[in-house]
């Protein structure tokens, strides 16, 4: 028996700058990947602001098995695959809410928040080796970190922290945004396009495209903030973080929220400085707009999830040629209700579904899949731009490759393993 049953072999697959057309269109690869990576490594879920409140539950899924993400009446945090132990129908179809239990809709048996089994009607044909103690919702090892609640099927695997590595210090730097404020999610919105999974993860750490991809977004801001954007040219790099991880810092002053917080206050913020200045310091103010335009940096955490900027992007494969997409907008649990407005208005101008931003990128992320339906034997390249020794592991250019080529070295290791 082959160690892979599809073909080619997936470490043929990535030769470190090259990555080969099956990698977006093979069904045997994608089911491997379902197997060797969504199931063999820590997957973020949740986090800890969508479900605050004891008895708070949403769905999630690992790869392509759906779970339950829940907080029992003791606060604490269970990921459940969303399976009834009976004959395997989902237990809870609502997307969020509150409950005390959940009852399963086909013969009714019944699971608590921690997913034990706690009744099942009319147990008495069951014989007497029916242990119910033993038939309760599968659970998943389950750690988070600033709140971002990962789960994994493998109970082996290395503590979250080490798995996330030097990445930890950019999430700290990310959760800034809160601007002394814990961060709280605020809504999201939910698409899919008709590629693979892997062409979204390539694409969060990519700023060559920016300029390009992004020109009716950078048109449809004023002259500042253009330049803000215009990034290409500037003190920015690509970073592997390992294991996957990369960063991708665009506007290096707007890496640490809190540092020069004395630098001009930009016009688009005058107003909304103004409004705070009524019932915050000065210091807290300047903070606070610092916090409400987002990090200069996007962070891409292998395999689901990035901090983007302003906002978690969170992606499910669906199949092979199919991807869902989250965004889920954040702000400051607690902060002024403007600073939190600005932010939603801002996260809806580029990410939004009727953003500057996002519809173009999804756009070209359907184009590639549909592109690489033509001459098979052509390479994809990720070969742009030669790295040296940053802090953490080899660092680029803003517009290199190097957060494509960590995340397929992940792949290419996990996939042979
Ligand atoms: Fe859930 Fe039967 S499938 S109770
Ligand atoms: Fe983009």
Known sequence: MPDHPCSPAPGALFTGSRVKTPMYEDPAIFAEEMDRIFTKTWVWVAHASEIPDKGD????????????????????????????????ATVCEVKKGKTSSFQCPYHGWGYALDGGLRGVPNPEQYG????????????????????????????????????????????????????????KTMGEHQFSFPGNWKIQLENTTDAYHFPIVHKSFLRSLDEEAEKTFTFLDGAGFVEDLGNGHSVMVMIPELVDLEDNLDAPIPERFQALAEELRQSHDEQQVRRIVRAVGGSGFNLN???????????????????????????????????PEAANRMRLRLHEHFQGPMGFGSPDDSEVWERVQRGAAG??????????????????????????????RAAYTMWKRMMSA
Not at 62 to 88: F, S, W, Y
Not at 309 to 331: C, D, Q, S, W, Y
Not at 376 to 399: K, T
């Open 57 to 88: 539950f949403k769905l999630s899924w690992l790869g392509t098995q759906p779970v339950i993400v829940a907080r029992d009446r003791k606060g604490e945090v269970h990921v459940m695959v969303n399976r009834c132990r009976h004959r395997a």
């Open 128 to 183: 007497a080796d029916f242990d119910k103690a033993k038939l309760g919702l599968k659970t998943l090892r389950t750690e988070s970190y600033q709140g971002m609640i990962f789960a994994t099927f493998k109970e082996t695997i290395e503590p979250l922290e080490d798995f996330l590595g030097p990445a930890r210090k950019w999430i700290d730097l990310f959760m800034k945004q809160g601007g002394r404020y814990p961060v």
């Open 301 to 335: 955490l292998f395999p689901n999830v990035a901090c983007s900027m302003a906002f978690f992007r969170v992606l499910r494969p669906i199949n092979v040629k199919e991807t869902a997409i989250r965004h889920i907008a954040i702000g400051m649990e607690g902060g």
């Open 375 to 404: 001459a098979r034997d052509l390479d994809i390249l990720v070969n742009r731009g030669e790295d040296s020794p940053g802090d953490d592991g080899p660092r680029g250019h803003v517009s290199a490759e190097t957060g494509m």
